[in-house]
Structure formats: C-alpha cells, structure tokens
C-alpha cells in the first residue's frame, strides 16, 4: 500500500490568503500546505479521500489519471469543494464512485446538483455512483476498509482504517468502541490544528495524547494551520514515532 498525501493544511491553507503571519511566510516547502486529502494506492487500485478546493492541482501534481472512488469525511467544504474537477476522469472513465455518509451524501446533491441530476442534464457534467455508507465495514474491490465513527464538535465525522494503515482528520471526540477498531494499526494519521485548544479539532497535546492511547509505531499529524508553528521547529519537538505530515510525502506499508 502506498499513501500520498495531497494535502496537510487546514480549512484556509498555508499561506492564509493576506496574512503575514510568519508560518504563512516560510519559505520551506514542508510549510506550503493545500487543504486536507490523501491518495490510497493499494494492489491495482487508487482512491482519494476527500475532494477539496484544492483537488484539480492535487490530482496534477501527484500526477494521477485514473481514480477508483472518493470517500469523504464529511460535508465541510475543504473537504468537497473540489467535486466539480472529477470531470477529466468521468470523461475517461464514467461514473465516479464517491462514498459517503446518508447525510454526508444529501449535502453533496443539495451543492452539486447538477451532478446528481438524473433528467434534462446538463451534457458537461460529471456524474457519480452513490454509495452511501454506515458505520461498519464495507469493501473497495479486495480491500476491506473499517469506518472509525468521530465528532468534529457535534458533527459526525468518519475516519477509516485500511489494513494497517488508519487516517482521521476533523476529530474533536472519539469514544472507546471505536479507539478500538485502531488496535494494531502501524501508521496512525490524525489531525492537529495547533497548540491551543479547539472546539472541533484536536490541538497538538490532544493529538499526542490520543496517539499514545492507540500505541501505532508510527503516527503523523495533519490538517494543520499556521498557529501550530513552523514544520522543522514543531518536528523536533515531538516523540520519536510521531512526525508532522507534509504535502506530497508518500508512505509504503
């Protein structure tokens, strides 16, 4: 399995539109971040979760030209924005797969309708199959992927594992029934906005606290903002098995 990571920012990216906030004027790489996504590459397949407004360049960069499905998180918009830009490969390929929550899904086709839209459809439109999604197991071709249910504030959000390999952003609470769906996994992502405490993401003391309880040998940081600091200085603070993500960093398991 090999995990890309397109994307490590938060809702607004770094830089911040108009900000002179230091981190936004880095001029290390490690600290350009595009809002939150991953490319899943396992045996034949290729997968994306979440399709924020960032995708278009994220698919460029990464240079992908096929994908197998998008599973979404949840409905905020750096994590949908981007459907539109699933054109190219609905050109290519045809209908889209896209996972997602009932709720997460009802979102979706009230922003995009003319997407979704069955009758009288307008001929360059993309369109997409619906798989909606609870929270239990479900199948991506071979690959069994495990749902880790959280709440970013009071909004129900999903996490997935698959195989070793589990990656949650947008979490604020996670109760103990679904901690342990993590036992055993050997890479752990999770987000971590920044140092001070937040009413819907973890901060960075909430981030290593929840890390410790999983014990994976490995764990990354990710949707990340400004505030957190800058990448080199932030990194050498952590636990030796836990290392900010950054954009385009690839993993193999």
Do not use: W
């Not at 960069?61 to 539109?84: K, P, Q, Y």
């Not at 889209?96 to 922003?111: D, F, G």
């Not at 992927?145 to 959000?157: A, E, R, T």
Request: a positive charge.
């Amino acid at each position: 399995m090999k995990i890309t990571f397109l994307g490590t920012g938060t809702s607004q990216g770094i830089p911040v539109i108009g900000s002179n906030h230091p981190v936004c004027l880095s001029k290390n790489k490690k600290d350009k971040r595009l809002r939150v996504s991953v490319l899943i590459e396992c045996d034949d397949y290729i997968y994306v979760i979440d399709c924020g407004p960032d995708f278009r360049q994220q698919m460029l960069r990464a240079n992908v030209s096929i994908i197998d499905g998008i599973l979404f998180t949840h409905e905020h918009a750096d994590h949908t924005a981007g459907l539109d830009d699933i054109r190219p490969f609905f050109f290519k390929q045809g209908d889209i797969p896209i996972y997602a929550h009932k709720r997460v899904m009802r979102a979706l086709e009230r922003r995009f309708d003319y997407i979704f839209e069955t009758e009288n459809k307008y001929p360059g439109a993309p369109s997409v199959k619906k798989i909606s999604i609870e929270n239990k197991p479900f199948n991506l071709g071979d690959l069994t992927v495990i749902p880790i249910n959280g709440f970013h504030n009071k909004l129900q959000v999903f996490g997935f594992r698959f195989k070793d390999f589990a990656y949650l952003t947008d979490m604020k609470t996670v109760e103990e029934q679904e901690i342990a769906k993590l036992k055993g996994v050997k890479i752990l992502v999770v987000n971590a906005l920044r140092k001070e405490v937040h009413e819907s993401h973890f901060n960075l003391k909430e981030a290593l606290q929840f890390i410790k309880k999983v014990n994976p040998k490995r764990a990354y940081l990710t949707h990340i903002s400004s505030l957190l600091g800058f990448h080199d200085d932030v990194e050498k603070t952590l636990p030796k098995n836990v290392f900010l993500a950054y954009d385009n960093l690839e993993l193999t398991m």
